[in-house]
């Protein structure tokens, strides 16, 4: 399955980097490499995470990585996946 990254989600995960680099620059490089690995995984197990409680589509699922969610949506004809949204699931959309 091909993953592409919507321009909202890309927009909300540098902000969330810029934020966690304020800390420590490392840090922030190694959230983005991790939460990659983990959306990548997403190809070979498209459905490992819950159905979406946000949306009443069973194809929008929500990932959660160190306190973000991640809103994707899969598209099985197309066989493709759509990330997008993140968010701290603290704070809802």
Known sequence: MQINRSSKY?????????YIARD???????FKANLDK???NLALFPYKYRKSIYFKDKNIRDMTYKGY???YRIKPIK?????LRIFNKNKPI
Do not use: G, P, R, V
Request: proline share 0%; aromatic share 4%.
């Open 38 to 40: 983990q959306i990548d």
């Open 24 to 30: 420590k620059i490392t840090a922030s490089m190694d």
């Open 69 to 71: 969610t991640i809103i």
């Open 10 to 18: 890309l927009s909300e995960l540098f902000d969330i980097l810029e």
């Open 79 to 83: 066989e493709e996946i759509d990330i």
